[in-house]
Protein backbone atom coordinates (compact mmCIF):
# COMPACT_ATOMS: atom_id res chain seq x y z
CA UNK A 1 0.00 0.00 0.00
CA UNK A 2 2.06 2.85 -1.27
CA UNK A 3 1.03 6.82 -1.45
CA UNK A 4 1.10 7.76 -4.97
CA UNK A 5 1.98 11.60 -5.21
CA UNK A 6 1.44 11.82 -8.86
CA UNK A 7 -2.61 11.00 -8.49
CA UNK A 8 -3.04 13.31 -5.38
CA UNK A 9 -1.76 16.18 -7.49
CA UNK A 10 -3.79 15.04 -10.41
CA UNK A 11 -6.71 14.97 -7.60
CA UNK A 12 -5.66 18.33 -6.26
CA UNK A 13 -5.83 19.97 -9.92
CA UNK A 14 -8.98 18.50 -10.80
CA UNK A 15 -10.32 19.71 -7.74
CA UNK A 16 -9.61 23.41 -7.94
CA UNK A 17 -9.89 23.31 -12.14
CA UNK A 18 -13.79 22.09 -11.22
CA UNK A 19 -14.85 24.23 -8.36
CA UNK A 20 -13.83 27.31 -10.45
CA UNK A 21 -15.79 25.57 -13.31
CA UNK A 22 -18.73 25.27 -11.37
CA UNK A 23 -18.20 28.85 -9.02
CA UNK A 24 -21.74 30.75 -9.56
CA UNK A 25 -19.71 33.83 -10.53
CA UNK A 26 -17.47 32.38 -12.84
CA UNK A 27 -16.50 35.28 -15.51
CA UNK A 28 -15.84 32.22 -18.12
CA UNK A 29 -12.59 32.19 -20.71
CA UNK A 30 -11.36 35.72 -22.40
CA UNK A 31 -8.22 35.49 -23.72
CA UNK A 32 -7.18 38.11 -26.01
CA UNK A 33 -3.60 36.32 -27.15
CA UNK A 34 -5.55 33.14 -28.34
CA UNK A 35 -8.86 34.59 -29.67
CA UNK A 36 -10.59 32.85 -27.03
CA UNK A 37 -13.98 34.32 -25.98
CA UNK A 38 -16.34 31.67 -24.23
CA UNK A 39 -18.87 32.20 -21.22
CA UNK A 40 -19.10 29.41 -18.66
CA UNK A 41 -23.30 28.96 -17.74
CA UNK A 42 -25.84 26.79 -17.02
CA UNK A 43 -27.66 26.18 -20.02
CA UNK A 44 -31.17 25.01 -19.25
CA UNK A 45 -33.83 23.05 -21.00
CA UNK A 46 -37.70 23.97 -22.40
CA UNK A 47 -38.91 22.23 -18.81
CA UNK A 48 -36.63 24.39 -16.64
CA UNK A 49 -37.15 27.67 -18.12
CA UNK A 50 -39.61 27.69 -20.89
CA UNK A 51 -39.79 29.19 -24.91
CA UNK A 52 -40.70 27.67 -28.09
CA UNK A 53 -41.20 24.14 -29.60
CA UNK A 54 -41.48 23.92 -33.61
CA UNK A 55 -42.64 21.21 -35.70
CA UNK A 56 -41.23 21.72 -39.67
CA UNK A 57 -42.19 19.23 -42.04
CA UNK A 58 -41.11 18.86 -45.60
CA UNK A 59 -43.22 20.35 -48.52
CA UNK A 60 -41.86 18.51 -51.94
CA UNK A 61 -43.95 18.10 -54.36
CA UNK A 62 -43.25 14.12 -55.77
CA UNK A 63 -40.04 12.59 -55.10
CA UNK A 64 -38.50 11.51 -52.22
CA UNK A 65 -36.35 13.46 -49.76
CA UNK A 66 -33.35 11.96 -49.22
CA UNK A 67 -31.63 11.52 -45.44
CA UNK A 68 -28.77 13.54 -46.54
CA UNK A 69 -31.37 16.42 -47.79
CA UNK A 70 -32.78 16.14 -44.20
CA UNK A 71 -29.60 16.05 -42.25
CA UNK A 72 -27.97 18.86 -44.12
CA UNK A 73 -31.24 20.96 -43.57
CA UNK A 74 -30.67 20.10 -39.98
CA UNK A 75 -27.42 21.52 -39.58
CA UNK A 76 -28.03 24.69 -41.33
CA UNK A 77 -31.22 25.22 -39.36
CA UNK A 78 -29.13 24.43 -36.10
CA UNK A 79 -26.16 26.64 -36.90
CA UNK A 80 -28.75 29.56 -37.94
CA UNK A 81 -30.98 29.25 -34.31
CA UNK A 82 -27.98 29.20 -32.62
CA UNK A 83 -26.48 32.08 -34.15
CA UNK A 84 -29.52 33.47 -31.52
CA UNK A 85 -26.68 33.56 -28.87
CA UNK A 86 -29.45 33.64 -25.96
CA UNK A 87 -30.45 29.61 -26.23
CA UNK A 88 -28.56 26.05 -26.44
CA UNK A 89 -31.25 25.07 -29.18
CA UNK A 90 -32.28 21.48 -30.07
CA UNK A 91 -32.70 20.59 -33.43
CA UNK A 92 -33.69 16.67 -34.40
CA UNK A 93 -34.50 14.84 -37.28
CA UNK A 94 -37.99 12.86 -37.00
CA UNK A 95 -39.38 10.11 -39.56
CA UNK A 96 -38.26 10.97 -42.69
CA UNK A 97 -39.97 14.16 -43.42
CA UNK A 98 -39.98 16.10 -40.21
CA UNK A 99 -37.99 18.66 -38.14
CA UNK A 100 -38.04 19.44 -34.69
CA UNK A 101 -36.52 22.96 -33.13
CA UNK A 102 -36.47 23.90 -29.46
CA UNK A 103 -35.56 27.20 -28.45
CA UNK A 104 -35.19 27.51 -24.70
CA UNK A 105 -35.75 31.44 -23.55
CA UNK A 106 -37.11 32.27 -27.05
CA UNK A 107 -40.97 32.77 -26.91
CA UNK A 108 -41.53 35.34 -29.72
CA UNK A 109 -43.00 33.58 -32.75
CA UNK A 110 -41.95 36.42 -35.53
CA UNK A 111 -38.04 35.78 -34.52
CA UNK A 112 -37.98 32.15 -34.07
CA UNK A 113 -39.82 31.68 -37.70
CA UNK A 114 -37.61 34.16 -39.62
CA UNK A 115 -34.10 32.50 -38.14
CA UNK A 116 -35.41 29.11 -38.78
CA UNK A 117 -36.86 29.71 -42.72
CA UNK A 118 -34.28 32.56 -43.46
CA UNK A 119 -33.62 31.74 -46.98
CA UNK A 120 -29.78 31.63 -46.60
CA UNK A 121 -28.33 33.76 -49.65
CA UNK A 122 -24.65 32.28 -50.61
CA UNK A 123 -22.78 34.77 -52.77
CA UNK A 124 -19.62 35.09 -54.23
CA UNK A 125 -18.30 38.65 -53.92
CA UNK A 126 -15.74 40.86 -55.67
CA UNK A 127 -13.78 42.05 -53.36
CA UNK A 128 -11.05 43.39 -55.97
CA UNK A 129 -11.13 46.72 -54.79
CA UNK A 130 -9.55 45.80 -51.67
CA UNK A 131 -6.16 44.62 -53.02
CA UNK A 132 -4.35 41.28 -51.82
CA UNK A 133 -4.86 42.39 -48.08
CA UNK A 134 -8.66 41.72 -46.42
CA UNK A 135 -8.82 43.60 -43.32
CA UNK A 136 -9.40 41.23 -40.64
CA UNK A 137 -12.36 43.12 -39.05
CA UNK A 138 -14.42 42.65 -42.63
CA UNK A 139 -17.23 40.40 -41.52
CA UNK A 140 -20.18 41.86 -42.67
CA UNK A 141 -21.36 42.97 -46.31
CA UNK A 142 -24.29 44.23 -47.85
CA UNK A 143 -24.37 43.68 -51.53
CA UNK A 144 -26.42 44.05 -54.80
CA UNK A 145 -27.78 40.77 -54.10
CA UNK A 146 -28.73 41.07 -50.84
CA UNK A 147 -29.96 44.50 -51.45
CA UNK A 148 -33.26 42.75 -53.88
CA UNK A 149 -33.28 40.65 -51.35
CA UNK A 150 -33.18 41.87 -47.68
CA UNK A 151 -33.24 45.45 -48.35
CA UNK A 152 -30.11 45.51 -46.80
CA UNK A 153 -27.48 42.98 -45.37
CA UNK A 154 -28.35 40.96 -41.82
CA UNK A 155 -27.05 43.19 -39.16
CA UNK A 156 -25.22 45.56 -41.56
CA UNK A 157 -26.85 49.13 -41.27
CA UNK A 158 -25.57 50.82 -44.24
CA UNK A 159 -25.62 54.90 -44.13
CA UNK A 160 -27.30 54.77 -47.46
CA UNK A 161 -30.21 52.11 -47.94
CA UNK A 162 -30.37 52.48 -51.28
CA UNK A 163 -26.85 51.61 -51.96
CA UNK A 164 -25.13 48.55 -51.06
CA UNK A 165 -22.47 49.24 -49.20
CA UNK A 166 -19.97 46.84 -46.65
CA UNK A 167 -19.84 47.91 -42.89
CA UNK A 168 -16.90 46.90 -41.08
CA UNK A 169 -16.31 48.17 -37.72
CA UNK A 170 -13.11 50.24 -36.77
CA UNK A 171 -11.87 49.27 -40.73
CA UNK A 172 -10.74 52.63 -42.72
CA UNK A 173 -11.99 50.64 -45.71
CA UNK A 174 -15.76 51.68 -45.29
CA UNK A 175 -18.70 53.03 -47.48
CA UNK A 176 -17.32 51.17 -50.64
CA UNK A 177 -19.90 49.25 -52.72
CA UNK A 178 -19.66 45.42 -53.46
CA UNK A 179 -20.95 43.53 -56.28
CA UNK A 180 -22.19 40.05 -56.43
CA UNK A 181 -20.06 37.75 -58.79
CA UNK A 182 -22.28 34.69 -58.46
CA UNK A 183 -25.06 33.16 -56.15
CA UNK A 184 -24.91 29.85 -54.82
CA UNK A 185 -27.39 28.83 -57.54
CA UNK A 186 -23.79 28.28 -59.78
CA UNK A 187 -22.38 25.68 -57.43
CA UNK A 188 -23.34 21.47 -58.06
CA UNK A 189 -21.53 20.56 -55.04
CA UNK A 190 -18.70 20.96 -52.61
CA UNK A 191 -16.88 18.53 -50.21
CA UNK A 192 -14.38 18.62 -47.92
CA UNK A 193 -11.08 17.18 -48.15
CA UNK A 194 -7.35 17.40 -46.98
CA UNK A 195 -5.83 20.24 -48.26
CA UNK A 196 -2.04 17.66 -49.25
CA UNK A 197 0.26 19.99 -47.94
CA UNK A 198 1.46 17.38 -45.34
CA UNK A 199 1.57 19.70 -43.01
CA UNK A 200 -0.19 19.19 -39.68
CA UNK A 201 -4.37 18.96 -39.96
CA UNK A 202 -5.18 21.37 -42.45
CA UNK A 203 -7.92 20.73 -44.93
CA UNK A 204 -9.68 22.55 -47.82
CA UNK A 205 -13.33 22.86 -49.29
CA UNK A 206 -13.59 21.19 -53.02
CA UNK A 207 -16.12 22.91 -55.67
CA UNK A 208 -17.63 22.05 -58.47
CA UNK A 209 -19.35 24.55 -60.81
CA UNK A 210 -22.38 23.92 -63.11
CA UNK A 211 -22.93 25.00 -66.40
CA UNK A 212 -24.10 28.38 -65.63
CA UNK A 213 -21.88 29.32 -62.65
CA UNK A 214 -18.88 27.65 -64.72
CA UNK A 215 -19.06 31.05 -67.63
CA UNK A 216 -19.37 33.58 -64.80
CA UNK A 217 -16.65 32.07 -62.50
CA UNK A 218 -14.26 30.91 -65.60
CA UNK A 219 -14.52 34.64 -66.97
CA UNK A 220 -13.98 36.62 -63.52
CA UNK A 221 -11.38 34.66 -62.38
CA UNK A 222 -9.48 34.96 -65.14
CA UNK A 223 -9.42 38.28 -65.12
CA UNK A 224 -9.18 39.23 -61.47
CA UNK A 225 -5.83 36.56 -60.59
CA UNK A 226 -4.11 37.71 -57.61
CA UNK A 227 -7.30 39.60 -55.82
CA UNK A 228 -9.36 38.25 -53.23
CA UNK A 229 -13.07 37.60 -53.70
CA UNK A 230 -15.12 36.99 -50.58
CA UNK A 231 -17.95 33.88 -49.89
CA UNK A 232 -20.60 34.97 -48.18
CA UNK A 233 -23.76 33.91 -46.36
CA UNK A 234 -26.31 35.81 -45.53
CA UNK A 235 -24.21 38.49 -45.14
CA UNK A 236 -21.00 37.29 -43.47
CA UNK A 237 -18.26 37.09 -44.50
CA UNK A 238 -16.92 33.30 -44.37
CA UNK A 239 -13.67 33.28 -46.18
CA UNK A 240 -12.24 35.77 -48.67
CA UNK A 241 -9.85 34.14 -50.73
CA UNK A 242 -7.36 34.72 -53.08
CA UNK A 243 -7.61 34.04 -56.81
CA UNK A 244 -4.65 32.16 -57.58
CA UNK A 245 -5.61 30.89 -61.43
CA UNK A 246 -8.76 30.86 -63.57
CA UNK A 247 -11.06 28.75 -61.93
CA UNK A 248 -13.24 26.44 -64.60
CA UNK A 249 -15.32 23.38 -64.06
CA UNK A 250 -13.92 23.18 -60.21
CA UNK A 251 -12.05 25.02 -57.47
CA UNK A 252 -10.44 24.71 -53.99
CA UNK A 253 -10.93 26.46 -51.46
CA UNK A 254 -7.78 27.34 -49.08
CA UNK A 255 -7.26 28.39 -45.51
CA UNK A 256 -6.19 27.52 -42.21
CA UNK A 257 -9.27 24.94 -41.66
CA UNK A 258 -9.63 22.22 -39.61
CA UNK A 259 -11.87 19.26 -40.47
CA UNK A 260 -15.05 20.53 -38.71
CA UNK A 261 -14.69 24.26 -40.02
CA UNK A 262 -13.75 22.67 -43.60
CA UNK A 263 -17.21 20.32 -43.35
CA UNK A 264 -19.09 23.44 -41.75
CA UNK A 265 -17.87 25.49 -44.66
CA UNK A 266 -18.57 22.36 -47.40
CA UNK A 267 -22.48 22.27 -46.07
CA UNK A 268 -22.59 26.46 -46.32
CA UNK A 269 -21.44 26.12 -50.09
CA UNK A 270 -23.43 22.79 -50.49
CA UNK A 271 -26.70 24.20 -49.16
CA UNK A 272 -26.65 28.40 -48.57
CA UNK A 273 -29.95 28.08 -48.88
CA UNK A 274 -32.71 25.18 -47.50
CA UNK A 275 -32.00 22.26 -49.74
CA UNK A 276 -35.70 21.53 -49.19
CA UNK A 277 -38.53 23.82 -48.27
CA UNK A 278 -40.46 23.39 -44.97
CA UNK A 279 -43.63 24.54 -43.65
CA UNK A 280 -45.08 25.06 -39.98
CA UNK A 281 -46.48 21.81 -38.91
CA UNK A 282 -46.70 23.58 -35.48
CA UNK A 283 -45.23 25.77 -33.26
CA UNK A 284 -46.28 25.77 -29.68
CA UNK A 285 -44.54 28.25 -26.78
CA UNK A 286 -43.71 25.95 -23.93
CA UNK A 287 -43.71 27.20 -20.44
CA UNK A 288 -41.73 26.05 -17.37
CA UNK A 289 -43.38 22.67 -16.07
CA UNK A 290 -41.58 23.77 -12.84
CA UNK A 291 -41.97 27.68 -11.69
CA UNK A 292 -39.20 29.17 -9.87
CA UNK A 293 -40.24 27.82 -6.47
CA UNK A 294 -40.70 24.04 -7.70
CA UNK A 295 -37.33 24.55 -9.05
CA UNK A 296 -35.59 26.29 -5.61
CA UNK A 297 -37.35 23.01 -3.93
CA UNK A 298 -36.04 20.25 -5.97
CA UNK A 299 -32.55 22.00 -5.50
CA UNK A 300 -32.80 22.59 -1.79
CA UNK A 301 -34.35 18.34 -1.60
CA UNK A 302 -31.43 17.51 -3.93
CA UNK A 303 -28.51 18.80 -1.62
CA UNK A 304 -30.20 17.35 1.04
CA UNK A 305 -30.09 14.42 0.25
CA UNK A 306 -26.82 14.49 -1.19
CA UNK A 307 -25.95 15.19 2.09
CA UNK A 308 -27.62 12.57 3.34
CA UNK A 309 -25.64 10.17 2.01
CA UNK A 310 -22.42 11.89 2.90
CA UNK A 311 -23.11 11.24 6.73
CA UNK A 312 -24.92 7.83 6.13
CA UNK A 313 -21.05 6.76 4.64
CA UNK A 314 -19.17 8.67 7.54
CA UNK A 315 -20.99 7.13 10.20
CA UNK A 316 -21.34 3.84 8.78
CA UNK A 317 -18.24 3.25 7.14
CA UNK A 318 -15.82 6.01 9.31
CA UNK A 319 -12.45 6.69 8.34
CA UNK A 320 -13.19 4.80 4.58
CA UNK A 321 -16.39 6.42 4.63
CA UNK A 322 -14.61 10.24 4.62
CA UNK A 323 -12.42 9.19 1.93
CA UNK A 324 -15.43 8.11 0.17
CA UNK A 325 -17.12 11.46 1.16
CA UNK A 326 -14.25 13.53 -0.38
CA UNK A 327 -14.58 11.43 -3.60
CA UNK A 328 -18.23 11.70 -3.84
CA UNK A 329 -17.98 15.58 -3.55
CA UNK A 330 -14.85 15.55 -6.49
CA UNK A 331 -17.70 13.97 -8.48
CA UNK A 332 -20.38 15.88 -8.45
CA UNK A 333 -17.50 19.21 -8.88
CA UNK A 334 -16.70 17.31 -12.24
CA UNK A 335 -20.11 16.06 -13.03
CA UNK A 336 -21.71 19.54 -13.36
CA UNK A 337 -18.27 21.09 -14.48
CA UNK A 338 -18.71 19.06 -17.87
CA UNK A 339 -22.11 20.04 -17.81
CA UNK A 340 -21.01 23.97 -18.16
CA UNK A 341 -17.89 23.20 -20.35
CA UNK A 342 -19.96 20.65 -23.12
CA UNK A 343 -22.30 22.15 -22.12
CA UNK A 344 -24.58 19.89 -21.69
CA UNK A 345 -28.98 21.21 -21.67
CA UNK A 346 -30.09 20.66 -18.43
CA UNK A 347 -33.67 19.11 -18.40
CA UNK A 348 -35.31 17.39 -15.71
CA UNK A 349 -34.94 14.07 -17.16
CA UNK A 350 -30.77 15.07 -17.29
CA UNK A 351 -30.89 16.20 -14.01
CA UNK A 352 -32.72 12.36 -12.85
CA UNK A 353 -29.84 10.62 -15.05
CA UNK A 354 -27.27 12.65 -12.81
CA UNK A 355 -28.55 12.11 -9.45
CA UNK A 356 -29.26 8.09 -10.72
CA UNK A 357 -24.91 7.91 -11.27
CA UNK A 358 -24.72 9.33 -7.83
CA UNK A 359 -26.06 6.86 -6.41
CA UNK A 360 -24.24 4.41 -8.89
CA UNK A 361 -21.16 6.07 -7.56
CA UNK A 362 -21.81 5.27 -3.73
CA UNK A 363 -22.46 1.61 -4.54
CA UNK A 364 -19.12 1.49 -5.71
CA UNK A 365 -17.93 2.56 -2.73
CA UNK A 366 -19.53 0.14 -0.64
CA UNK A 367 -18.35 -2.74 -2.81
CA UNK A 368 -15.22 -2.30 -2.14
CA UNK A 369 -15.44 -1.53 1.71
CA UNK A 370 -17.62 -4.26 2.36
CA UNK A 371 -15.06 -6.36 0.48
CA UNK A 372 -12.31 -4.46 2.84
CA UNK A 373 -14.14 -5.66 5.85
CA UNK A 374 -14.47 -9.08 4.64
CA UNK A 375 -10.82 -9.07 3.83
CA UNK A 376 -9.50 -7.64 7.39
CA UNK A 377 -12.36 -10.19 8.94
CA UNK A 378 -10.24 -13.16 7.31
CA UNK A 379 -7.20 -11.83 8.85
CA UNK A 380 -4.86 -9.67 6.22
CA UNK A 381 -3.48 -7.14 7.53
CA UNK A 382 -5.19 -4.11 6.95
CA UNK A 383 -2.90 -2.23 3.66
CA UNK A 384 -3.24 -6.08 2.10
CA UNK A 385 -6.83 -5.64 3.00
CA UNK A 386 -7.10 -2.13 1.40
CA UNK A 387 -5.40 -3.42 -1.50
CA UNK A 388 -7.67 -6.31 -2.41
CA UNK A 389 -10.93 -4.74 -1.31
CA UNK A 390 -9.99 -2.33 -4.95
CA UNK A 391 -8.53 -4.91 -6.36
CA UNK A 392 -11.93 -7.69 -6.10
CA UNK A 393 -14.14 -4.89 -6.32
CA UNK A 394 -12.90 -3.37 -9.23
CA UNK A 395 -14.32 -5.91 -11.81
CA UNK A 396 -17.85 -5.97 -10.61
CA UNK A 397 -17.60 -2.00 -10.44
CA UNK A 398 -16.52 -2.05 -14.17
CA UNK A 399 -18.68 -5.03 -15.74
CA UNK A 400 -21.59 -3.20 -14.18
CA UNK A 401 -21.05 0.50 -15.66
CA UNK A 402 -20.21 -0.77 -19.02
CA UNK A 403 -23.06 -2.68 -19.31
CA UNK A 404 -25.44 0.47 -18.30
CA UNK A 405 -23.48 2.91 -20.67
CA UNK A 406 -24.23 0.36 -23.18
CA UNK A 407 -27.99 1.13 -22.41
CA UNK A 408 -27.53 4.63 -22.26
CA UNK A 409 -25.66 4.13 -25.93
CA UNK A 410 -28.49 2.70 -27.42
CA UNK A 411 -31.34 5.23 -25.72
CA UNK A 412 -29.02 7.97 -27.21
CA UNK A 413 -29.15 6.88 -30.42
CA UNK A 414 -33.13 6.24 -30.71
CA UNK A 415 -33.58 9.49 -28.53
CA UNK A 416 -31.90 10.57 -31.97
CA UNK A 417 -33.80 8.55 -34.27
CA UNK A 418 -37.39 9.83 -33.17
CA UNK A 419 -36.81 13.00 -31.83
CA UNK A 420 -36.83 12.26 -28.30
CA UNK A 421 -34.24 14.97 -26.96
CA UNK A 422 -35.24 14.76 -22.86
CA UNK A 423 -34.09 10.35 -23.24
CA UNK A 424 -30.61 11.82 -24.95
CA UNK A 425 -30.28 14.30 -22.01
CA UNK A 426 -30.79 11.51 -19.36
CA UNK A 427 -28.43 8.80 -21.14
CA UNK A 428 -25.91 11.77 -21.76
CA UNK A 429 -25.89 12.94 -18.22
CA UNK A 430 -26.04 9.66 -16.63
CA UNK A 431 -23.17 8.01 -18.71
CA UNK A 432 -21.04 11.08 -18.10
CA UNK A 433 -21.63 9.93 -14.64
CA UNK A 434 -20.68 6.50 -14.53
CA UNK A 435 -17.42 7.27 -16.81
CA UNK A 436 -16.53 9.51 -14.02
CA UNK A 437 -17.39 6.87 -11.52
CA UNK A 438 -14.92 4.64 -12.84
CA UNK A 439 -12.18 7.25 -11.66
CA UNK A 440 -13.50 8.94 -8.76
CA UNK A 441 -14.19 5.04 -6.98
CA UNK A 442 -11.29 3.35 -7.52
CA UNK A 443 -8.27 6.30 -8.23
CA UNK A 444 -9.68 9.24 -6.26
CA UNK A 445 -11.52 7.12 -3.06
CA UNK A 446 -8.25 4.95 -2.86
CA UNK A 447 -5.44 7.35 -2.51
CA UNK A 448 -7.50 9.34 -0.29
CA UNK A 449 -8.28 6.81 1.68
CA UNK A 450 -4.41 5.60 2.09
CA UNK A 451 -3.44 9.11 3.17
CA UNK A 452 -6.10 9.10 5.90
CA UNK A 453 -4.93 5.56 6.69
CA UNK A 454 -1.17 7.20 6.90
CA UNK A 455 -2.41 10.01 9.09
CA UNK A 456 -4.31 7.93 11.47
CA UNK A 457 -1.33 5.07 11.61
CA UNK A 458 -2.02 1.57 10.46
CA UNK A 459 -1.63 0.29 13.81
CA UNK A 460 -3.85 2.95 15.23
CA UNK A 461 -6.48 1.41 12.86
CA UNK A 462 -5.55 -2.08 13.34
CA UNK A 463 -6.38 -1.72 17.28
CA UNK A 464 -9.51 0.32 16.71
CA UNK A 465 -11.00 -1.96 13.78
CA UNK A 466 -14.56 0.34 15.00
CA UNK A 467 -12.68 3.08 12.84
CA UNK A 468 -12.95 1.29 10.14
CA UNK A 469 -16.20 0.18 10.29
CA UNK A 470 -15.67 -3.21 10.65
Not at 39 to 45: L, N, P, T
Not at 166 to 189: E, F, H, I, K, W
Not at 202 to 227: K, M, P, R
Request: charged residues 15%; proline residues 4%; negative net charge.
Amino acid sequence: MKLNPFWLLVIALITAFTAWVVWPDNPGLHIDALGLERDIEVRQGLDLQGGSRVLLEATIDGGDISAEELDATRQIIERRVNGLGVTEAVVQTQGTNRIIVELPGVSDRDLALSTIQGTGLLEFVNFSNLGAAVPSDTSCVATTEQLVQFGEAPGCSPEDPAEPRRVAQNNPLTNQPYQTVMTGAGLADAIAQPSGTGIGNQWAVAFTLNDEGNDIFANYTGTNIGQPMAIVLDGEVLSAPVINSRISGQGTITGNFTKAEADALAIQLRYGALPIPLEVAAFDTVGPTLGQISVEKSIEAGIFGVITVLVFMVLYYRVPGVAAALALILFGLINFATYKLIPVTLTLPAITGFLISIGTAVDGNILIFERMKEEIRAGNSLPRAIELGFERAWTAIRDSNLSTITICAILYFFGSSFGASTVQGFAITLALGLIFNLFTAIIVTQNLLILLVKLFGTSTLTARRWLLGV
